[in-house]
């Protein structure tokens, strides 16, 4: 992945392994230019070549996260939002198949609450001002694996080809008891 990044905006590649072995010169000390990438910084260590373009995947000082609110999908059920906007990005927090003006599930069984969680979503995706074609990422986390192929055949309506990423996992148990709880990540 790293070289690709560098290699698509054109900059030079850089020979660290002598900066690395050395202990006399720290590596943050040397060179004037540096790119950020996943956490991970590289300097350059000649004040000779050009300078390259700095990149950062982590929020500066000066771009902070925004909650999400809206009261058309259920409340957080502890010490968490809805979502969070950071970095051209809305995370959104596990939805359960709540009824939003009630609190409770819409029914026990998995399709139902399945429907409702997407609906849900929809609503905290829109308040974020993003679709569900903005999602790039999902995670779902099911009571009873056994219930993949119900969850799918929901699924598949709101989010057609091209479909977000998705990790599906059975866990111990969930919030409430809910048999079914989905996230996701978009982008804005």
Known sequence: ?????FRSINSPTLDLSAALRSTRSPLFAAGAGCATLAGVSLFRMSSRSPPFASLSVSASASEKKEVVATEKAPAALGPYSQA???NNLVFVS????????TGKFVSD?????????LKNMGEILKASGVDYSSVVKTTIMLADLGDFKK???IYAKYFPAPSPARST?????LPLNAKIEIECIATL
């Open 94 to 101: 596990g939805v359960l198949g709540l009824i939003p003006e």
């Open 109 to 117: 069984n998995v399709e139902d609450q399945t429907e409702q969680i």
């Open 84 to 86: 969070i906007k950071a």
């Open 151 to 153: 969850v799918n055949e």
């Open 169 to 173: 996992y059975q866990v111990a148990a």
């Open 1 to 5: 992945m790293t070289w690709s990044v």
